[in-house]
């Protein structure tokens, strides 16, 4: 396969709260609360959480290296660095990087982790220019980060493969233009389980859903998205943000309890069906508020 490489020298910014709808209160918990330290530990198989408090970093191990899923803001590169050697780990052996979606808080370690690691970064498509750039692409238009050359540019329903793990991009855009959903399996004491890390859950609050001249398409390609979310039907599903989702069983499941504590076989349809609710409210809301001040 031929090897693609995007790569653009650009300084990064940290746009303000006039341009992004995320507030610089919000943005202060990213880089402060959210990017905090706790223990890592294996969830299942051969994924592991080395992120922090509630910004995630999935380890997914191999006999022939290792696959990371998101590098967090760059004060999560200390924690992750630990967090791996915590678990036994090198990390000079992660030799793939991946990405749920092209924003500050999940990308923004990503160029010391590939320099740190050598790994290849493999993104879907605008998200991939997103990683080259340095800039957020997507319509939060938020701060920015350091330029990643990119390795292989991905496309709806590509694999990566590595060591005998195999994980398939699903392309949801909405969230970025490039937002994925990515899907593997394991097995866990002998039983196959289908899991989804769920990275794409429609824009982000605030950003203007109806007539949005910059991204015209925004309402349909999320509609979509989520029809393409609903027909995934995993056993487990891992966030980003997984501080609500790992709450009162992270003990249980370092202590091997029966059934997994994350099972959850009916949990991502009813999260998806929830998220196209208020995404529809939101719409609705717009119009209205258009239609009363005209």
């Not at 992004?20 to 299942?44: K, Y």
């Not at 160029?111 to 970064?121: L, P, Q």
């Not at 330029?147 to 005998?164: I, M």
């Not at 097995?187 to 605030?206: D, L, M, T």
Request: with cysteine; glycine share 8%.
């Amino acid at each position: 396969m031929q090897k693609i490489v995007f790569f653009i020298v650009f300084t990064p910014v940290i746009l303000s709260a006039q341009t992004s709808p995320l507030s610089p209160e919000a943005r202060a918990r990213f880089h402060g609360q959210m990017s905090e330290p706790v223990e890592p530990f294996r969830i299942i198989g051969n994924i592991h959480y080395v992120g922090a408090r509630n910004i995630a970093s999935y380890l997914i191990t191999t006999p022939e290296g290792h696959i990371m899923i998101d590098t967090g803001t760059k004060e999560m590169h200390s924690v992750i660095r630990s967090n791996v050697e915590k678990l036994g780990f090198k990390m000079q052996d992660v030799k793939i990087l991946l990405s749920g979606h092209a924003h500050f808080d999940h990308v923004q370690g990503h160029a010391a982790m590939k320099k740190a690691t050598g790994a290849r970064v493999m993104a879907i498509g605008e998200d991939a220019a997103a990683l080259a750039a340095g800039t957020d692409r997507s319509p939060l238009g938020d701060e920015g980060w350091e330029p990643v050359a990119v390795d292989r540019v991905l496309k709806d329903g590509d694999t990566v493969t590595l060591g005998g793990t195999t994980l398939r991009a699903v392309w949801t855009p909405g969230h970025t233009p490039g937002c994925t959903t990515w899907t593997t399996s394991v097995r866990e004491q002998g039983k196959p389980y289908s899991i989804v890390f769920h990275a794409c859950g429609g824009p982000n609050a605030g950003v203007k859903l109806v007539g949005n001249t910059k991204f015209p398409a925004l309402i349909q390609e999320t509609e979509r998205s989520f029809r393409v979310q609903k027909t995934l039907k995993p056993d487990i599903y891992l966030t980003m943000h997984p501080e609500d989702l790992f709450a009162g069983k992270v003990a249980r499941i370092k202590a091997g309890e029966t059934p997994h504590p994350l099972l959850n076989p009916d949990g991502y349809t009813r999260l998806i069906t929830d998220t196209e609710t208020n995404f529809q409210k939101r719409i609705q809301e717009e119009k209205t508020k258009a239609s009363t001040t005209r």
